[in-house]
């Protein structure tokens, strides 16, 4: 277990379903290297999944080039926070004002916390997911 209060991991991919493999099994041995049991990391991993499935699938248009998807993932006050953070189009809510989506709901569940952040000025989304990691 790495005990560093200032461990992180940061990697930017194109915006594939390559990415979504590469970048869940980093979160998860990421978490698992800082102190995660088992289910904790597969949480984790299936947090980071739908996130960057979301960016993948909806970031970018069909008629933009390849974007990118990016994860930082990094220790902050014994938590794990991660950011998974496209330059696409963003995002946006329903006529009631709540988020759609399964994936979404499912980061809700697994996770301690989660924020959907615009990149204004410039354009994508940021999913920042909270994590304890016991």
Same mark, same amino acid.
């Given at each position: 277990?790495?005990? &560093?209060?200032?461990?992180?991991?940061? *990697?930017?991919? =194109?915006?594939? #379903? /390559?990415?979504?493999?590469?970048? %869940?099994?980093?979160?998860?041995?990421?978490?698992?290297?800082?102190?995660?049991?088992?289910?904790?990391?597969?949480?984790?991993?299936?947090?980071?999944?739908?996130?960057?499935?979301?960016?993948?699938?909806?970031?970018?248009?069909? &008629?933009?080039?390849?974007?990118?998807? *990016?994860?930082? =993932?990094?220790? #902050? /006050?014994?938590?794990?926070?991660? %950011?998974?953070?496209?330059?696409g189009t963003g995002i946006g809510v329903n006529g009631s004002g709540s988020l759609n989506g399964l994936g979404l709901?499912?980061?809700?569940?697994?996770?301690?916390?989660?924020?959907?952040?615009?990149?204004?000025p410039m354009p994508g989304l940021q999913v920042k997911m909270v994590f304890s990691l016991t």
């Amino acid at each position: 277990m790495n005990n &560093d209060a200032h461990a992180r991991v940061h *990697e930017r991919l =194109a915006a594939d #379903e /390559h990415s979504i493999r590469r970048l %869940r099994q980093l979160a998860a041995g990421f978490a698992r290297d800082h102190g995660a049991s088992q289910r904790r990391s597969e949480d984790i991993a299936l947090a980071v999944s739908e996130a960057v499935t979301n960016a993948v699938t909806h970031a970018y248009p069909e &008629d933009w080039p390849c974007g990118t998807v *990016e994860l930082d =993932a990094r220790i #902050e /006050h014994a938590r794990l926070v991660i %950011r998974v953070i496209d330059e696409g189009t963003g995002i946006g809510v329903n006529g009631s004002g709540s988020l759609n989506g399964l994936g979404l709901w499912l980061i809700g569940q697994v996770s301690d916390e989660v924020e959907l952040l615009s990149r204004d000025p410039m354009p994508g989304l940021q999913v920042k997911m909270v994590f304890s990691l016991t």
